[in-house]
């Protein structure tokens, strides 16, 4: 072996070396190059949105390092908890308000925030029901029978109203056991919200009954009436509805929960005359009739407008479809420090972009595009933040691609059409829904169907809902009898496991580094013979 092939194997097996160590220590992990600069940060809210919240936390700590600390407290307490300087961010349905409806002072907030969107989803009727001890998974509901459920007219399942959304089931003799938040939610005001803009009769008539002023609207707290169950956040209600005890009940709920607990969800009579049910793509197409107050400076920047969502006449629509805000400072005050920015301004980059790759997995629906730039904006209101990577070309969320209009989003596009089942009439698909895919057998009228158009999200396709940890069991009090609770008083959400992505930079560089040793070895020999060959005097 020449001095020149000594050579050059030295030089490509060092460097083949060099990135074998790099490698092996994570050299070119994601999560070495910040790790140790990432202040955490912490927040409180919305249980709504937590099921997103806790795989996104999940997510960034293992892949960046990054502590992301929060509890879902309810809404009303995370805006209550920032409005106090405790923690770093909030999350909730509804912006702060400036008449609270239990007669508390307004929610005017002594430093600079933002309302920033971060996943959007349907709120849900989870519910529990059997016909001759069988589960029920394919109950529908128009929105009037809905209203009538939760303000107490409608009080047994074979109420003629319920009959007639369900001409496929022979509903039984049994009582109605409404379950609604006893803490000030964020879902609770949008579904009263809802009930008070569709059904302002019945639910003025209602808000009279309660002692509460007639035509009410929106309240983050539920009035407590007739056999209704009050429980603590979404896993409070979700939990009672899943307990033996709990056959009867309904709830409202965000369909994740529904998904988590193997349990159904009531199809809901849309404008078109169609029972859907709120899965990603329905959201989506509801959300196209958003709108949304873009008046830089008001104090509800980027807040959202329901009222086309509701009446969409689009049949694939899903009717009480929105969005979460995250409220973020965009002033150091407090405990809130620019070098929190950083972090949060990361995280918050991560949740509309490459986060949004899993809500539909998680019982979500992602958010599109103009909302994602919207979001941008308020990024860049963040002291400390990192603002070079917040670029709508490289950010990897799944409602658009590159040229597309901030007004397309492309679930919308492909979203299926309901089957003709599920449309208003005499027959009743008898597919299920949400974490219960199982089929209903008929025992009404009409010849049933299969709702081949629905979409199955990822989290259920096995037909059990993806859990880790010991399940919480609740008594019929919703006091914790055993299994996995986080703070007292607040909501447990136990995250859902997404798959890795695969093979990420460090194998790839490893693969590299094997590559060049065996080149080392193989390519010095030839390149020896070609560098040795005489030259022809001719040539």
Known sequence: M?????????IMASFAFLLLILAGSG?????????????????????????????????????????????????????????????????SEIPFQSKPE?????????????????????????????????KVTNLRLGGETVTKIFTGVITNWNDP??????????????AIVPVVRSDGSGSTAQFTLWMSKQYPALWSSFCIAVKRAAGCGLT??????????????????????????GEGAITYVEYSYALKSGFPVAKVLNAAGYYVEPTASSVAVALLKAQINTTAGSPDYLTQILDGVYNNADNRTYPLSSYSYMIVPTEVAGIFTAAKGATLGA???????????????????PLPMNLVLAGFDQIKKIP???????????????????????????????????????????????????????????????????????????????????????????????????????????????????????????????LFAALLLIAAIVLPPFVSKRLRRPVDPHS
């Open 2 to 10: 020449t001095p020149r092939i000594r050579l050059i194997r030295f």
């Open 27 to 91: 050299g070119l992990q994601p999560q070495s190059a910040h790790a140790d600069s990432w202040i955490p940060v912490s927040g409180t809210g919305s249980t709504w949105s937590q099921n997103a919240l806790d795989q996104w936390r999940k997510n960034v700590a293992a892949n960046y390092g990054m502590t992301i600390n929060y509890s879902g407290v309810g809404s009303s307490a995370g805006r209550r908890d920032f409005l106090q300087g405790t923690v770093d961010f909030a999350v």
């Open 102 to 134: 239990d007669g508390s002072a307004a929610e005017v907030p002594a430093t600079g925030f933002a309302y920033m969107p971060i996943v959007a989803g349907g709120t849900s009727f989870m519910y529990n029901l059997k016909i001759g001890g069988k």
């Open 161 to 174: 109203q319920i009959a007639a959304d369900n001409p496929g089931l022979a509903m039984p003799d049994r």
């Open 220 to 245: 983050s707290q539920y009035p407590t009436f007739g056999g209704a169950k009050a429980q603590n956040g979404s896993l409070g209600v979700a939990g009672y509805v899943g307990q033996d005890y």
């Open 347 to 365: 995280f918050t980059n991560y949740m509309l972009c490459e986060g949004q790759q899993q809500a539909a997995a998680l019982g979500y629906s």
């Open 384 to 510: 400390g933040a990192d603002v070079s990577g917040v670029d709508i070309n490289s950010c990897n969320n799944p409602t658009f691609k590159a040229g597309d209009s901030p007004a397309n989003n492309q679930l919308a596009v492909s979203a299926p059409a309901p089957a003709d089942c599920d449309k208003q009439g005499p027959n009743q698909c008898t597919t299920g829904t949400a974490g219960a895919p199982a089929d209903t057998a008929v025992t009404g009228t009409g010849t049933g169907g299969s709702a081949s158009g629905a979409v199955t999200p990822a989290a259920v396709v096995t037909g059990s809902a993806v859990a880790t940890g010991d399940a919480a069991v609740y008594d019929a009090n919703g006091a914790l009898v055993s299994g996995t609770s986080a703070l007292s008083g607040s909501a447990v959400s136990t995250p859902f496991t997404v798959a890795d992505s695969g093979i990420g930079p460090q194998q790839l560089l490893m």
